[in-house]
């Protein structure tokens, strides 16, 4: 793969897009999200949140989408366009 850090296209807009988007969802994974359930099936906002149980593998996945879309990160300002 070349270095297209600079260079801009609609695919590229797309790959950074959902690269962007699953750094954020590792992040959130960081934290516990789920609420707890009550008896009664009702959420309780005021116990603890709980990890989701997949969240493991969620991790896993996240971590290979990454890597696999770290090439075509933006690494700088857009290049200008050449003129001819």
Known sequence: MTERGRE???ALTEI????SRARTAQRSLDEPTEYR???D???DHDAP???DPDAP????????VVELLEGW?????PQKPRRL
């Open 37 to 39: 359930l009550t008896s």
């Open 57 to 64: 593998e969620m991790r896993i996945a996240l971590a290979e």
């Open 49 to 51: 949140r709980v990890e």
């Open 16 to 19: 950074r897009t959902v690269l």
């Open 73 to 77: 990160e933006r690494t700088g300002p």
């Open 41 to 43: 099936g009702h959420r």
């Open 8 to 10: 801009t296209s609609n």
